[in-house]
C-alpha cells in the first residue's frame, strides 16, 4: 500500500469526483472562490458531496473569505475541512474556532523564508498546504507552478503538511520521493483546459500516486 495519498480538487462534475474517489484520492476540494474557473455554486457542491463515502475527506477551499461565505458553504456542502488561501494566522484561527472542522492553510512558496512562515500557523491550523507562490495578479493555486522541492529538505515542519503546486502523473512520483510528502494535492495537472477535469488523467496521476 502507497504510504502516499493524495486530494484531487477543484473537482465540479459527477464524473470526475467518481473517477477521483474510484482511483483512490483520500481527499477532493470543491472551490469556493468566484474567480476560479473552478468554482461551484453551494447547490451543486451538495449534490457532489451526497456522491462521496464517509472514507473521503471534503475539503472546502476558499480565498481570503467572509465569514458569510464559509457558513453558506459549510451549511450546503457538509465539509470535512476548510482549505484557506492568503489568510493571516488570526484569520485562520477565528474561522477555525467558527466553525470547529479541521483548517488547512496554504502557504505561498517560493523562497525558504516563504516555508519560514508556516510556523505562524501552528497554532491557527491543523495542516499546512505548500504551494507555489503564483505571479502578483494571478490566481493563487491551479497555474500549475511548482516550487524547487529542495527548499524543503532538511526542514522541520511545525504541522503535518501537504504538497502542492505543479504536480502531475509525470512527476508526482519525483516529487513525493523528493521531499517527503505523504500527501499531495493537484488541480490543473489533471486538466485538460483551466478549470476542465479529465477522468482519464484524474485516473493516472492517482494510479502514479498509488506506486509511491
Known sequence: MSRVTAKICGLSTPETLDAAIAGGASHVGFMFYPRSPRAVSFDAVRGLAARVPGRVGKVGVFVDPDDALVDQAIASGTLDAIQLHKVTPDRAAALRQRTRLEVWVA???????????????????????????????????????????????????PLPWALSGGLSADNVGEAARRTGATLVDVSSGVETAPGVKDVDKIAAFLQAVAQC
Not at 505548500?130 to 505571479?135: I, L, R, S
Open 107 to 157: 502557504v505561498a512558496v517560493k523562497t525558504r523564508a516563504d516555508l519560514d512562515t508556516a510556523a505562524n500557523y501552528r497554532q491557527a491550523a491543523d495542516k499546512i498546504l505548500y504551494d507555489a507562490k503564483t505571479p502578483v495578479g494571478a490566481l493563487p493555486g491551479g497555474m500549475g507552478v511548482r516550487f524547487d522541492w529542495g527548499l524543503v529538505d532538511g526542514f522541520r515542519h
